[in-house]
Structure formats: C-alpha cells, structure tokens
C-alpha cells in the first residue's frame, strides 16, 4: 500500500496530545484512531491492526516500553512499525525503547515536519517489507506446487492416473519390507494390456486409449486406494 489513507493508532494517556496529533495527521491524509492507554490500545489493534503507532511512554498502567515489547512478541503485531513520543531525550530512555523493538522517535513537543517525514518513510519502508513478504509466499507456492507436479510426472502415468513403473517398483519394495517385518501376505495383480496393441493397430490409438481408461478406473473402483500399487 501507499501511505495515503493509512491506518495511525495514537496511543497517549493526555486528550490533547492526542488531538493535536489527529490535527497533525488528517489533513495529510491519514485515517487516525486514538487510545487512552496499553490496554485499550491492544484491544483495539486485535480488533483491526493499524498500519503505524505512535506511543507515548509514560501512561498509567502498561507504559509504551511494555506495550511495545507486547507487540514485538507477537507474530501477527511484530512488523507494526512503532514511533515512540517521549519528553525524555536521554540515552537510556532512547535504549530502552530500542529494546523494545521501536523503530523510530519523536521528541515533544511534536515537530509538524519531523512527525510526517518520520511516519511517511516509515509506512513506506512497510510497505516495501509486506510487498517482499507477500512474493515470497507466492514463490513458495509456485515452488510446492511445481515441485507437486513434478512429482506426478515423474511417478503417476498421465493417461491412466495410476503409479507408473518408477513408483510401482519404489512402493512394492517398501510394501514388501513391510510384509516381511509383520509378517503380511502381499498379493499382486498384474493386469496383461498386450491386446490393447491389436486395438490400437485396427481401431486406432484413441479408442486403445479410452479402453485402458476405463479399465484403470475400475480396478481404482474395486480396491483401496492406499493399495493400489501400479
């Protein structure tokens, strides 16, 4: 997505900050939803994740650090990037938010111009990261299912549907050791298509065909699949 018409969750425990800042980002075209604090905040975010979060530190209750850890920890919140406001510009409350998995800072009181660069690159760079997320669940895909494919050309005969030759011996001796370590019968029916060939030769290939067709399908008929060897 592009950034216009993002979702920015405003989490801060003072009305008016919150308000300037949906005064802030509105007009930029920004779809803002506010909370009061950590707990309303990730009530909020499981009903419908937004797409950034400004977090204040200092709420009753959960603060941002924890609030932000919470997320961090959870698959399906982690890759919500996270602005943090802070009136405290020392080194250690910038780690412990570092520590927490936020990615950016905003000092108050909010600058207009910091804030929208600040958020604009920051769902931009999302964006960039869902987008690769996204092809690499397609080409996972392709690959199973091309790798699926492949393995039914290389096993299953295209007209009939049953095991071919390469599957048949692979499954018969792993059938066969099984047999032998239970102590199983194994019975194996062989099916003779030569006179398909006289079919063929007199009738032509494509009623031989329809012919062994309709015989694989009712020898699947008449036995269990997990049987049906070759």
């Known amino acids: 997505m592009t950034d216009a018409g993002a979702t920015i969750l ?3 425990d003072e009305r008016e900050n919150r308000k300037l800042l949906e005064a802030l980002l509105q007009p930029e075209g920004y779809e803002t939803r ?3 604090n950590g707990e309303d905040a990730l009530a909020s975010i499981a009903q419908s994740a937004p797409d950034l979060i400004l977090l204040d530190i200092m709420m009753p209750g959960m603060n941002g650090y924890e609030m932000a850890s ?3 920890a959870n698959p399906e ?3 919500i990037p996270i602005i943090m406001l802070t009136a405290n510009i020392d080194r250690d409350a910038r780690l412990a938010g570092l520590k927490a998995g936020v990615e950016e800072f905003l000092t108050k009181p909010v600058d207009r111009a910091e804030l929208w660069l600040r958020v604009r690159n920051l769902l931009r760079l999302k964006a960039f ?3 690769l997320q996204n092809q690499s ?3 996972e895909d392709l690959v199973q299912a091309r790798t699926a494919d492949l393995h039914r050309l290389a096993h299953y005969d295209p007209l009939t549907g049953l095991p071919n030759r390469a599957l048949f011996v692979e499954t018969l001796k792993k059938t ?3 047999a032998q370590h ?3 019968s194994v019975a194996v029916l062989f099916v003779d298509v030569d006179h398909f060939k006289s079919v063929n030769d007199t009738l032509g290939h494509a009623l031989g065909d329809e012919l062994l067709a309709q015989l694989s399908s009712r020898l699947v008929d008449c036995v269990r699949l997990r049987d049906t060897v070759g």
């Open 10 to 12: 405003i989490v801060d």
């Open 34 to 36: 506010s909370a009061a």
């Open 70 to 72: 919470n997320l961090k």
């Open 77 to 79: 919140t982690a890759n």
């Open 129 to 131: 990261q869902d987008f």
């Open 137 to 139: 669940l397609l080409l």
């Open 176 to 178: 066969l050791g099984q």
């Open 182 to 184: 239970h102590g199983w």
